[in-house]
């Protein structure tokens, strides 16, 4: 559950590293949120037997898909560039989802190999255990 809520808690935090399996559970639970979303306005849209509700169920449900896709913006940025920072590259490399066709498939070979082990420049290996979070509520209140 940390996983899945950490890119929202570090909602503007470009520093620091995340693992492969942060950075893919959140696009795939957010993506999945969103295709739901549409696929809820398009059947209300559609009416059926939902015609009472046709423009109020269809009107609810692209609202609030579009506040939930740019609410995701910059938590969607910060947790690219911190996924690069865990192969020691430069958050600037997120510029190359710019280019069309190839940018994006560039970030999602990037995406899929490996963090340096061990502490790189960026911080330390979010995988080793003695790394301290920094948002543990026993630091916060010791």
Known sequence: MNLLTRPWRLYADFSGRSQRTEYFLYFIVLYGALIVLAMLGGVFAQGGYFQGFQNLGSGIAMTILVVLGLASIIPSWAVTVRRLHDQDKSGWFALLSFIPYVGGLILL???????????????FDPRTEEAEDPDRLSDVFS
């Open 109 to 123: 070979v990037l995406a899929f190999l490996p963090g340096t082990d061990g502490e790189n420049d960026y911080g």
